[in-house]
T-cell receptor, first 109, second 116 residues
Protein backbone atom coordinates (compact mmCIF):
# COMPACT_ATOMS: atom_id res chain seq x y z
CA UNK A 1 0.00 0.00 0.00
CA UNK A 2 1.13 3.56 -0.72
CA UNK A 3 2.65 5.45 2.17
CA UNK A 4 0.85 8.68 2.87
CA UNK A 5 2.00 11.74 4.77
CA UNK A 6 -0.32 14.19 6.48
CA UNK A 7 0.25 17.18 8.74
CA UNK A 8 -0.14 16.16 12.37
CA UNK A 9 -2.74 18.80 13.17
CA UNK A 10 -4.79 21.65 11.73
CA UNK A 11 -7.20 24.23 13.06
CA UNK A 12 -10.26 25.51 11.26
CA UNK A 13 -12.86 28.12 12.14
CA UNK A 14 -16.43 26.92 12.45
CA UNK A 15 -18.38 27.53 9.27
CA UNK A 16 -15.29 27.79 7.12
CA UNK A 17 -14.00 25.19 4.70
CA UNK A 18 -11.48 22.74 6.10
CA UNK A 19 -8.87 21.65 3.58
CA UNK A 20 -6.87 18.62 4.66
CA UNK A 21 -3.86 17.76 2.52
CA UNK A 22 -2.33 14.37 1.93
CA UNK A 23 0.81 13.44 0.06
CA UNK A 24 0.99 10.01 -1.55
CA UNK A 25 3.86 10.34 -3.99
CA UNK A 26 4.45 6.57 -4.18
CA UNK A 27 0.89 5.67 -5.04
CA UNK A 28 0.49 3.18 -7.84
CA UNK A 29 -2.02 3.33 -10.66
CA UNK A 30 -4.23 0.74 -8.96
CA UNK A 31 -4.32 2.37 -5.56
CA UNK A 32 -7.32 4.36 -4.48
CA UNK A 33 -7.15 7.25 -2.05
CA UNK A 34 -9.46 6.64 0.90
CA UNK A 35 -10.37 9.02 3.68
CA UNK A 36 -11.70 7.96 7.05
CA UNK A 37 -12.13 9.97 10.22
CA UNK A 38 -12.28 9.02 13.88
CA UNK A 39 -14.06 11.13 16.42
CA UNK A 40 -12.65 10.74 19.91
CA UNK A 41 -13.39 7.33 21.48
CA UNK A 42 -15.46 6.14 18.51
CA UNK A 43 -14.84 3.80 15.62
CA UNK A 44 -13.61 5.26 12.32
CA UNK A 45 -16.11 6.53 9.79
CA UNK A 46 -15.74 6.28 6.03
CA UNK A 47 -15.79 9.66 4.29
CA UNK A 48 -14.92 9.35 0.63
CA UNK A 49 -12.58 7.72 -1.83
CA UNK A 50 -11.30 8.27 -5.35
CA UNK A 51 -8.90 6.96 -7.94
CA UNK A 52 -8.06 9.87 -10.25
CA UNK A 53 -11.19 11.95 -10.68
CA UNK A 54 -12.42 14.44 -8.14
CA UNK A 55 -15.25 13.12 -6.02
CA UNK A 56 -18.01 14.71 -3.97
CA UNK A 57 -20.60 13.31 -1.62
CA UNK A 58 -22.80 14.61 1.15
CA UNK A 59 -19.90 14.76 3.57
CA UNK A 60 -16.95 16.08 1.63
CA UNK A 61 -15.11 16.64 -1.62
CA UNK A 62 -11.90 14.95 -2.67
CA UNK A 63 -9.54 16.70 -5.03
CA UNK A 64 -6.78 14.53 -6.48
CA UNK A 65 -3.94 16.12 -8.43
CA UNK A 66 -3.46 15.07 -12.00
CA UNK A 67 -0.21 13.27 -11.20
CA UNK A 68 -1.97 11.57 -8.24
CA UNK A 69 0.87 12.42 -5.92
CA UNK A 70 -1.34 14.34 -3.54
CA UNK A 71 -4.93 15.03 -2.67
CA UNK A 72 -7.04 17.36 -0.54
CA UNK A 73 -10.10 16.51 1.46
CA UNK A 74 -12.49 19.44 1.70
CA UNK A 75 -15.17 19.79 4.34
CA UNK A 76 -17.09 22.74 2.89
CA UNK A 77 -18.61 24.13 6.08
CA UNK A 78 -16.84 22.71 9.09
CA UNK A 79 -18.78 22.34 12.34
CA UNK A 80 -17.60 21.57 15.84
CA UNK A 81 -18.72 17.99 15.30
CA UNK A 82 -16.14 17.64 12.53
CA UNK A 83 -13.34 17.77 15.12
CA UNK A 84 -11.63 14.40 14.66
CA UNK A 85 -8.56 12.58 13.41
CA UNK A 86 -8.64 12.31 9.63
CA UNK A 87 -6.85 9.44 7.94
CA UNK A 88 -5.72 9.41 4.32
CA UNK A 89 -5.04 5.87 3.12
CA UNK A 90 -3.66 4.66 -0.17
CA UNK A 91 -5.24 1.33 -0.89
CA UNK A 92 -5.29 -1.19 -3.63
CA UNK A 93 -8.61 -2.88 -4.24
CA UNK A 94 -8.99 -5.90 -2.00
CA UNK A 95 -6.15 -5.04 0.35
CA UNK A 96 -6.37 -4.29 4.03
CA UNK A 97 -6.73 -0.82 5.52
CA UNK A 98 -3.54 0.46 7.11
CA UNK A 99 -4.04 3.50 9.30
CA UNK A 100 -1.26 6.04 9.70
CA UNK A 101 -1.06 8.82 12.25
CA UNK A 102 -3.61 11.02 10.49
CA UNK A 103 -4.35 14.72 10.94
CA UNK A 104 -6.04 16.03 14.06
CA UNK A 105 -8.54 18.62 12.87
CA UNK A 106 -9.74 21.03 15.52
CA UNK A 107 -12.75 23.10 14.54
CA UNK A 108 -13.03 26.15 16.72
CA UNK A 109 -15.93 28.50 17.31
CA UNK B 1 -26.69 2.71 6.06
CA UNK B 2 -24.64 -0.21 7.27
CA UNK B 3 -24.51 -0.38 11.04
CA UNK B 4 -22.07 -2.34 13.16
CA UNK B 5 -22.53 -2.72 16.90
CA UNK B 6 -20.17 -3.89 19.62
CA UNK B 7 -20.90 -5.21 23.05
CA UNK B 8 -19.94 -4.31 25.65
CA UNK B 9 -18.95 -0.71 25.06
CA UNK B 10 -16.60 -0.87 28.01
CA UNK B 11 -15.44 -3.54 30.42
CA UNK B 12 -13.22 -3.66 33.48
CA UNK B 13 -11.83 -7.00 34.55
CA UNK B 14 -9.26 -8.49 36.87
CA UNK B 15 -5.93 -9.70 35.63
CA UNK B 16 -6.06 -13.35 34.57
CA UNK B 17 -9.69 -13.41 33.55
CA UNK B 18 -11.04 -13.74 30.01
CA UNK B 19 -13.20 -11.18 28.28
CA UNK B 20 -15.44 -11.68 25.27
CA UNK B 21 -16.31 -8.83 22.91
CA UNK B 22 -19.10 -9.19 20.35
CA UNK B 23 -19.29 -7.50 16.97
CA UNK B 24 -22.53 -7.58 15.02
CA UNK B 25 -23.52 -6.28 11.61
CA UNK B 26 -27.10 -5.18 12.16
CA UNK B 27 -28.51 -4.65 8.69
CA UNK B 28 -26.19 -6.49 6.34
CA UNK B 29 -24.28 -9.71 6.01
CA UNK B 30 -20.57 -9.41 6.57
CA UNK B 31 -18.47 -12.01 4.85
CA UNK B 32 -15.35 -10.52 6.40
CA UNK B 33 -14.84 -8.89 9.76
CA UNK B 34 -11.74 -7.23 11.13
CA UNK B 35 -10.46 -6.62 14.63
CA UNK B 36 -8.30 -3.63 15.46
CA UNK B 37 -6.63 -2.44 18.62
CA UNK B 38 -5.87 1.15 19.50
CA UNK B 39 -3.68 2.27 22.37
CA UNK B 40 -4.00 5.81 23.73
CA UNK B 41 -2.83 8.49 21.31
CA UNK B 42 -1.93 5.89 18.71
CA UNK B 43 -3.49 4.83 15.45
CA UNK B 44 -5.52 1.71 14.83
CA UNK B 45 -3.55 -1.49 14.39
CA UNK B 46 -5.11 -4.43 12.60
CA UNK B 47 -5.05 -7.56 14.73
CA UNK B 48 -6.81 -10.12 12.58
CA UNK B 49 -9.12 -10.74 9.67
CA UNK B 50 -11.91 -13.26 9.97
CA UNK B 51 -14.09 -14.81 7.31
CA UNK B 52 -17.34 -16.51 8.20
CA UNK B 53 -16.86 -20.18 8.82
CA UNK B 54 -13.09 -20.24 8.62
CA UNK B 55 -10.13 -19.58 10.89
CA UNK B 56 -9.02 -16.03 11.41
CA UNK B 57 -5.84 -14.70 9.87
CA UNK B 58 -3.70 -12.93 12.44
CA UNK B 59 -1.27 -10.11 11.82
CA UNK B 60 2.36 -10.57 12.69
CA UNK B 61 2.99 -10.25 16.39
CA UNK B 62 -0.60 -10.95 17.46
CA UNK B 63 -0.93 -14.12 19.55
CA UNK B 64 -3.73 -16.25 18.18
CA UNK B 65 -4.00 -18.28 21.38
CA UNK B 66 -4.47 -15.14 23.42
CA UNK B 67 -6.90 -13.37 21.13
CA UNK B 68 -9.46 -15.96 20.09
CA UNK B 69 -11.67 -14.97 17.20
CA UNK B 70 -14.85 -16.73 16.20
CA UNK B 71 -16.91 -15.78 13.14
CA UNK B 72 -19.73 -18.30 13.30
CA UNK B 73 -22.29 -16.39 11.27
CA UNK B 74 -22.48 -13.66 8.67
CA UNK B 75 -23.58 -11.15 11.27
CA UNK B 76 -21.52 -12.02 14.34
CA UNK B 77 -17.85 -12.18 15.21
CA UNK B 78 -16.42 -12.46 18.71
CA UNK B 79 -13.03 -11.62 20.12
CA UNK B 80 -12.03 -13.27 23.38
CA UNK B 81 -9.05 -11.90 25.25
CA UNK B 82 -7.85 -14.85 27.30
CA UNK B 83 -6.00 -14.44 30.57
CA UNK B 84 -6.05 -10.68 30.22
CA UNK B 85 -3.26 -8.60 31.71
CA UNK B 86 -2.95 -4.85 32.24
CA UNK B 87 -0.95 -4.48 29.02
CA UNK B 88 -4.01 -5.74 27.13
CA UNK B 89 -5.92 -2.67 28.23
CA UNK B 90 -6.87 -0.93 25.02
CA UNK B 91 -9.66 0.21 22.73
CA UNK B 92 -10.80 -2.73 20.59
CA UNK B 93 -12.65 -1.93 17.38
CA UNK B 94 -14.25 -4.26 14.89
CA UNK B 95 -15.28 -3.58 11.33
CA UNK B 96 -17.23 -5.43 8.70
CA UNK B 97 -16.98 -5.58 4.95
CA UNK B 98 -19.95 -6.48 2.79
CA UNK B 99 -18.24 -8.09 -0.13
CA UNK B 100 -14.97 -9.05 -1.65
CA UNK B 101 -13.59 -5.55 -1.25
CA UNK B 102 -11.98 -4.79 2.07
CA UNK B 103 -11.83 -1.15 1.24
CA UNK B 104 -15.20 0.07 2.42
CA UNK B 105 -15.39 -1.15 5.94
CA UNK B 106 -18.06 -0.22 8.44
CA UNK B 107 -16.70 0.20 11.92
CA UNK B 108 -18.24 -0.54 15.27
CA UNK B 109 -18.17 2.00 18.10
CA UNK B 110 -15.36 0.22 19.92
CA UNK B 111 -14.95 -1.49 23.28
CA UNK B 112 -12.78 0.02 25.99
CA UNK B 113 -11.06 -2.79 27.95
CA UNK B 114 -9.38 -2.01 31.24
CA UNK B 115 -7.54 -4.82 32.99
CA UNK B 116 -6.73 -4.20 36.65
Amino acid sequence: DAKTTQPPSMDCAEGRAANLPCNHSTISGNEYVYWYRQIHSQGPQYIIHGLKNNETNEMASLIITEDRKSSTLILPHATLRDTAVYYCIGLEYGNKLVFGAGTILRVKS
Amino acid sequence: GAVVSQHPSWVICKSGTSVKIECRSLDFQATTMFWYRQFPKQSLMLMATSNEGSKATYEQGVEKDKFLINHASLTLSTLTVTSAHPEDSSFYICSAATGISYNEQFFGPGTRLTVL
